[in-house]
């Protein structure tokens, strides 16, 4: 598979290319991205010839020889690449979030299909040893059916972007839509998993209460409700606790993380199982760049079978309804039904669509002005 990796900041250079280059059958054999130091850094990371880079994406997107593309841009820009490069005939692993807004998620779902060629996100945490061996524990019945997640990551790193391209994009909504909990959906899909299907509701407490972060959350404390049960995903950037703990009629599994902190920031330091008939506990292995290379795999194997990725179009889509939910719910200070339909202005417009909301004055999102709703930036 020759890939063309579009968007060569942190998580390009620093997981794709690695990430690519540790799989059989696939390479990074060209590289788009306008900032010219980003460029040259994943030329020579990928070890590409001067007329296999390009400042314009477009130009890449519609060479023959090239397979499949890789798109690690900001979300803000992947709707019109992705859209082109299905045009364009070639397979897709976008980053996440998707896309800004649902309707572009769809809009991108529906050209991969109408152009007959796979659309995969990258949805790596998946690949994470720790989070398959919770996964295992919960699908072998030894805690009983999950009722209650309770997924702590109160001490996210606010790492900024590429020095060269804009380091504070994840800052303005209207590059991001939204903070922490949308940079780190991760949780909301491991919740997904975890739970067995997607919620069907959400409440959320969405604030912001740290200096220098732009108009967008620097905590977001949700609830997702499940047919089966509940989710409690705690964000923040800071230095929170962070954790897991999952339970069911028959016992609970508990991941503790070094110093009690964030994983992956720091690595996660045990699994417990408790149940009715004992107890035991490990630790667990940690990824090698964040699972990235368990995505690439996955990908690579899906455009070969003709089969779904781990995280498809739709999955995307769905993680990034359940994120904007939560938005919603945290503005308006009520529950939220999942998913948005496709009239609300959110689903339409995004974290943008919040402001055309009747919020109360009370909502910490319009007190903060976060998602364009106030003057706070
Ligand atoms: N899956 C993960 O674990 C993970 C980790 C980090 C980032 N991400 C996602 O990857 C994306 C990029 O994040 P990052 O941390 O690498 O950001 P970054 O700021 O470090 O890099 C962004 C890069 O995109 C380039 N770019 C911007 N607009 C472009 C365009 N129109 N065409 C070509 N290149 C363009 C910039 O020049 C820059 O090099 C984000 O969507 C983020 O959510 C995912």
Redesign the pocket.
């Known amino acids: 598979m020759r890939i063309g990796l ?7 250079i620093n ?1 794709h290319i690695p990430a690519v280059q540790a799989n059989e059958g696939m390479a990074v054999v060209a590289v ?4 010219p130091d ?1 460029l040259a850094a994943a030329a020579g990371a990928a070890g590409l010839e001067p007329d296999m880079v390009y400042p314009n ?1 477009r130009d890449l997107v519609v060479r023959d020889d090239i397979d499949a593309v890789i798109v ?4 803000r ?1 992947r709707p019109e690449i992705v859209i082109a490069a299905a045009k364009a005939g070639k397979h897709i692993l976008a ?3 998707l896309a800004l807004t649902p309707a572009d998620a769809q809009a991108m779902i529906d050209a991969a299909h109408a152009n007959g060629v796979t659309l995969a996100t ?1 949805h ?1 945490y998946h690949f994470m040893p720790v989070y398959r061996d919770i996964k295992d524990i919960l699908d072998s019945g030894e805690v009983g059916q999950p009722e209650i997640a309770v997924l702590n990551y109160l001490g996210v790193e606010d790492r900024p ?2 020095a060269a ?2 380091p504070t ?1 994840r800052h303005n909504s209207a590059d991001s839509g939204g903070g922490v909990l949308m ?1 780190m959906l ?1 949780v909301v899909y491991l919740a997904t998993w975890f739970m067995g299907g997607p919620p069907i509701a959400v409440s959320a407490w969405v604030n912001k209460r740290l200096e220098g972060n732009g108009d967008v959350e620097d905590v977001a404390l949700v609830r997702y409700i499940y047919a089966n049960g509940q989710a409690l995903v705690n964000m923040a950037w800071g230095v929170g606790p962070g954790g897991i703990e999952i339970g069911g009629a028959r016992g609970r599994v508990v991941m503790t993380n070094k110093g009690f902190g964030t994983h992956p920031f720091v690595p996660a330091e045990r699994l417990d199982v408790v149940n009715d008939v004992g107890s035991r506990s490990w630790t667990p292995a940690e990824a090698v760049a ?1 699972g990235m290379t368990g995505i690439a795999g996955n990908f690579r194997d899906a455009v070969a079978s003709g089969g779904d990725p781990i995280a498809n179009g739709e999955t995307g889509l769905g993680v990034l309804d359940a994120v904007l939910g939560a938005y919603v719910s945290g503005a308006l200070g009520q529950e939220v039904t999942l998913p948005l339909p496709s009239d609300h202005p959110v689903y339409r417009k995004g974290s943008a669509g919040i402001a055309d909301l009747d919020l109360p004055d009370a909502s910490p999102v319009v007190r903060q002005g976060l998602f364009g709703t106030g003057s706070a930036k």
């Open positions: 579009i968007g060569a900041g942190n998580v390009g997981a788009a991205d306008q900032t980003r994406w690690a841009t900001p979300q820009f980053e996440k979030p990258v790596n972007g590429a391209y804009n994009w940079d991760h964040y």
